[in-house]
């Protein structure tokens, strides 16, 4: 399979992603500190971004740096959008960039994905006050679903947690 690689938006003629999740800079000609000179392109090293979820590269644009995550330059660039959801999600490890594992999704759909992988956490707690287990899941960001909240063990908690999570319909 041959690598594709597209210009990153707004930063065209510099940086270039592929759909293999790689980035890099083009070879152009700098004309830092009044001399012309020429630069080499190359791969950019990956890092984790703030979270420590997501895989970011820096782009340098007029003296300037940027943060940019990987997946969402890769979605950009690769994965059609034609309803402009806002989402980019992982169809598996976060850690794999590549086109074919990446796809658009609302904020909804976004979070009932990764409730249903668990990605938000197990969706058990443990209620003190009550000394009984609570279920929830994240039907969208920063937004959390009840169950019950009267499991007399983490076990029962997590299978009537499970059970509902596979009843959510699925979200685009």
């Not at 001399?35 to 644009?61: A, M």
């Not at 909804?108 to 969706?123: I, L, P, W």
């Not at 994240?138 to 499970?162: C, F, L, M, T, V």
């Amino acid at each position: 399979m041959v690598e594709v690689w597209k210009s990153i938006v707004g930063f065209e003629g510099m940086y270039e992603v592929s759909d293999l999740g790689r980035v890099r800079s083009v070879d152009r000609i700098s004309t830092s500190r009044g001399f012309l000179r020429p630069l080499k392109g190359k791969l950019l090293t990956q890092s984790d971004d703030s979270t420590g979820n997501y895989l970011k590269v820096r782009l340098c644009k007029n003296g300037k740096m940027f943060n940019k995550r990987v997946h969402v330059l890769v979605a950009t660039a690769f994965v059609p959008n034609p309803c402009h959801l806002p989402q980019v999600n992982h169809l598996g490890e976060k850690s794999d960039n590549r086109a074919i594992r990446l796809e658009w999704r609302s904020s909804a759909g976004h979070g009932r994905d990764k409730s249903k992988r668990n990605q938000a956490g197990d969706g058990v707690c443990f209620a003190k006050q009550t000394g009984k287990w609570k279920a929830y899941y994240n039907p969208a960001p920063r937004k959390q679903k009840w169950i019950g909240q009267r499991y007399s063990s983490y076990e029962e908690a997590k299978a009537a947690r499970d059970k509902a999570v596979a009843e959510l319909p699925n979200l685009v």
